[in-house]
């Protein structure tokens, strides 16, 4: 009788050959089949064996002597097999694209199972067979050459539906665990929904490049717990991925060399660090990120909140950092936020392959604001348009300045306000050693109206009603005409005029005392005239100075009258 069954199985699956030693049988006579139980039965194929713990099944006792298939059902359990092997196995039942690819995948890993199959008439498994067991110490080769290590997990298959629950794995030293995930067929895929976990740990630097394309990050150590869908066909190609995650950021680096930052930044020491950060993030053909935690610069902690949402190419962003300890520096408008003191900076903008846009940029501190509106940029960082600049702060000198520079009509622009302090920028232009222009804008032409009620030029000196404008040409400055007077009515203009090349820079002043004592070796100079003109052409200037109807008190050394010869400085600087 065992040779029979053998016989029947080995018709059916010429390649499989099966060996049962003792066989329990309960006849039962009304529908007169057998219920078989054997123990310890082998399947061998190929040179390979697979050891089960137990086969049990119905035998139809008329299919003997009609010479039919006469098993209708097969429940096993196996002992711990390599599932290899039982990859193999299969494939000679129904050899398929995807039990090849799993065969060539597989390096090695351990396999226990329980089966429940029925078979129709012919001797074909049904559809509806159950099939569930563990797996332990798989590893698999990857199609990159990587490998998953360490792969264990349980698994239920009933009705072409796959559950796996207490999933672990190791891929690059990184470990990875899940609780559920499940396969549901759909028509032509399966539906694939589950988590995916992973513990506290340093995230190896071959991943963090693998994801974020750059190797800034150094040191991240971080947790995770994320919710995923997604459907996959059969030739494993996946569609509709959604993912919630939620991640704590417990510490990481991002490296940066970058001079620039230091001068806003004086703590900045060519690295951020992000410390305790929890991430919110939501993947659905776009990618939105929620997070805040703490941000080290230098020595200092502050705190930083942002909103990430990325659509196919495109960034938008809203970034808040609450700068408290650390400082800033704005050289060029004589601003500074000491440390310990409470201040907030905003960033919200998008950003895309064509172009940046900068909707918003506000600093705010307990007495001062500062913001820039709606900054168009171009790839190369060249300013293309921007709708607004407003900044009320008080300065490094405790001085109140207010300013607006606003679009008035497309390339137009007034720049206002009641008080500023030029100071700082005439001490620039004056003993600045760098030559290089600042190149902000694109090449279009602008032109910029000015109204100032009053602009202090040191603590004792200020201008009233300074009036004029200026036009950049091709991000340089082409012409300009401005005039004022000091609170004493002596008068003061500047201009500039180019044509064919050839720019013409004038400057005159009935009190030249507030310009000239900037120059600290010449002490008690009085009153005075000034009246300074140079002509540039072909990178060549030509000037001539004239201080006129003065008296001083002192000058050190007279060589040093020389250095008065700087101011041809201005002209160099305004030429570009």
């Not at 995916?196 to 071959?206: D, F, K, W, Y």
């Not at 004086?266 to 939105?288: A, M, Q, R, S, V």
């Not at 940046?356 to 348009?385: A, C, Q």
């Not at 008080?419 to 804008?441: G, H, M």
């Amino acid at each position: 009788f065992n040779r029979n069954i053998s016989d029947q199985l080995k018709k059916n699956y010429p390649n499989i050959n099966a060996n049962f030693s003792e066989i329990k049988l309960l006849l039962n006579p009304f529908d007169l089949s057998l219920n078989l139980e054997t123990k310890n039965p082998k399947v061998f194929f190929e040179k390979k064996e697979v050891k089960l713990k137990k086969i049990s099944t119905t035998y139809n006792i008329l299919s003997f002597f009609r010479d039919e298939f006469g098993i209708n059902n097969l429940d096993l359990e196996t002992e711990k097999n390599e599932i290899k092997n039982l990859v193999k196995l299969l494939r000679l039942n129904k050899d398929t694209p995807q039990l090849y690819l799993l065969d060539k995948a597989i390096n090695k890993g351990k396999i226990t199972l329980e089966a429940k199959i029925n078979f129709d008439e012919k001797g074909q498994i049904e559809d509806d067979f159950k099939v569930s067991g563990k797996i332990t110490d798989l590893y698999l080769n990857l199609l990159n050459k990587k490998e998953i290590k360490n792969l264990n997990f349980n698994f239920n298959f009933l009705n072409r539906n796959i559950d796996l629950k207490n999933i672990s794995l190791n891929y690059l030293n990184l470990k990875i665990l899940s609780e559920n995930i499940s396969l549901k067929k759909k028509n032509k895929f399966y539906l694939v929904q589950g988590n995916i976990n992973n513990p506290s740990q340093i995230i190896p630097n071959e991943i963090i490049s693998l994801i974020l394309k750059n190797n800034y990050f150094d040191k991240i150590i971080l947790s995770s717990k994320n919710d995923l869908s997604f459907k996959i066909n059969k030739k494993f190609k996946i569609s509709d991925l959604g993912i919630k995650s939620k991640i704590n950021v417990e510490e990481a680096t991002f490296g940066l060399e970058n001079k620039s930052i230091k001068k806003y930044l004086p703590d900045f020491e060519n690295e951020f660090k992000f410390i305790n950060h929890d991430l919110d993030i939501e993947y659905k053909k776009k990618i939105l990120v929620k997070g805040s935690g703490n941000i080290g610069i230098g020595n200092k902690k502050d705190k930083i909140e942002y909103k990430l949402n990325y659509i196919d190419d495109k960034l938008e962003y809203d970034v808040v950092l609450f700068l408290n300890e650390a400082s800033i520096k704005l050289d060029h408008i004589n601003f500074s936020k000491k440390e310990n003191i409470k201040s907030k900076l905003r960033v919200k903008g998008k950003n895309s392959n064509k172009k940046i846009k900068i909707e918003k940029i506000s600093l705010s501190t307990d007495n001062s604001n500062i913001g820039l509106d709606n900054f168009d940029i171009s790839k190369n960082y060249r300013i293309t348009n921007f709708e607004k600049i407003k900044l009320d702060y008080f300065d490094n000198e405790n001085n109140k300045n207010d300013l607006l520079i606003k679009n008035n009509n497309k390339n137009n622009y007034l720049i206002s306000g009641n008080n500023f302090n030029l100071s700082k920028i005439i001490d620039d232009t004056l003993f600045s050693e760098n030559d290089e222009s600042i190149k902000l804008f694109d090449k279009k032409n602008r032109i910029f109206k000015v109204d100032f009620n009053e602009n202090y030029i040191d603590k004792e000196h200020y201008l009233i009603n300074l009036r004029g404008q200026f036009q950049i040409k091709n991000n340089d400055l082409y012409d300009l005409n401005l005039n004022s007077k000091f609170a004493n009515n002596k008068k003061i203009s500047l201009s500039i005029k180019t044509s064919n090349n050839n720019k013409v820079t004038t400057f005159y002043s009935d009190f030249a005392k507030p310009i000239v004592k900037k120059y600290k070796f010449i002490k008690g100079f009085e009153e005075g005239k000034i009246d300074f003109s140079s002509n540039k052409k072909n990178k060549i200037t030509n000037s001539k100075l004239k201080i006129y109807d003065f008296k001083l008190k002192e000058l050190p050394a007279l060589t040093k009258i020389l250095t008065l010869a700087s101011l041809q400085g201005i002209a160099d600087i305004l030429s570009g």
